[in-house]
C-alpha cells in the first residue's frame, strides 16, 4: 500500500476539485480516496495526462508523410519530455510505425494511417523513411496488432498546413539560395502562392512579391520560381491526402475505431463531409493557425453537432510561436464550449505542454480547470476507447497514472506516477 496523503483532488470527470484528501493505492490500482487527517501539502493531483496527437514518439517513420526517422535518443527525449509534462499516455499519429517495443514508462499508443491514398500521398510528399515492412503494414494489420485508431489522416505534410511550412518549404528554399527562412515566412510565402485553402487559383502576386521581400528573397528568387516550389511541394500530394480523408472514415467505420484528421482550413469541406458519415472522429487541432478565428469556431461547431470530438492541440502558442501567433482560436473555442480533447501536436518540436496551456487558459478565465483537465484526461479515454482503458481518472478502482503539482503554476509538476510507480 501506498497511501499519498494530504492533496487537492481533480479527478479528471470534469467534477469540482476535492480539498484534503489521501489516496491509496495497491500496486497499480486506486482503492480508496478518502478525507485525509494529514497535514495539507497545497499540491494538487490530477490523473496522468492523455495525449492524442503527438509525432516523434514511436520508432519508425516521422509523420503521416513517412519522414525519414529520429534517432531512437531523440524518440527517446520526446517521450521523457511528455512525461516531464505530465502525460503518461501518449497516442503517436505517425502512423506508419511498426508495433511499439516497451522500452519507455510512459505508456505508447498508435495510431495507423496507412490506407492506400494515404499511403501514396506520403509516398509523393516525401516517403523517404517508409521500408518496405512500413508501407505492408497495413491499417487492418495495425489495428489487429493493437492500433487504437487511424490517424492522422492528413497532416501538415501532405495538406499544405505546417509541416509544409517548417520543413519542405525552407529546405528547398535553402537548396536553392542558400538562405535560411524562417516557419512564418515559408507560411506567407506558400499562402501567397496557394492560399490558406491551397488552391492552385488562390495565386496572388502582389502577395507573393510582399513575401519574397518579407523574407529577404527579393534578387534571389523571382515570383515564377516561389510559385514553382510551393506548388511542386504542396499540390502533387494534396489531392491524393484530400481522397484519403474519405478512405480512412471508411476504414475506420469498418473496424469500428475512431478516425483522428488533420482539421485545418486545407482540409475542412472533406473533413465536414466525413464527419457527416457519421464515422467516429477526432478532429485533430481544430484551432489550427490556417483558419481564421470566425471560421474555426463556425467549423467546429458544425463538425460537434455531428458528433465529431473537436480537439485543440497546444501547438508552439505560448512558446516558440514559429507559426502560431498567439491563444485566440484556442481560447474562442473554449470560450465557445466546443472543446472535448487537448493534446499538443508536434509544432516542429517545439510544442508548449498541456498543462501550461491550461494554466494559461484558465487564468484567463476561457475554462474552468476541472472541466480542462477532464478534456487531457477522461474526455480522451471515453473519445478513444482502446487507448487508456481504466486511466484517465482518479477514481478507486483505475490505474494509478497520477500527477502531483503546484495549481498556482500547474506546468510545475513535482511528480509523475504510471502504473504505481513513481516515474
Ligand atoms: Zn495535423
Redesign the pocket.
Known sequence: MNVLQGYDLIDGQGTPIQRGVDIVIDGDTIREIRPTRAEPTGMLVIPGLINNHTHGTAYGPLFPSGHEALSREQVRANLDRHLREGTTTVMCVDGFVLPPEETHPINVKLASCNTPACLEAATVADGGGLTEANRAFTAQQAIEAGAVALG?I???HTLG?GGASYMYIPAEIEKRTGVTITPRQANALKVAVLGRHISATAFDQAAVEQALAGAGLVGKLEVKDVREIVSNIVLPAFDIALRGIAEAADVARQFDVPVLV?N?AASMSKVAAAAATGVRMIA??SNHSSFELREAVQHAERLKGMGAVIDVSTLDTFGARRLTTGPELLYALFEAGLVDTIST?YAGGHHDSILLAIDQATKAGVVSLPAAIAMATANVADAIPGIAPRRGRVVPGAIADLVVTDPANLHNVRMVMVSGTVV
Do not use: I, K, N, S
Open positions: 492522422e492528413g497532416a501538415g498546413g488533420h485545418a485533430g487541432h501536436d
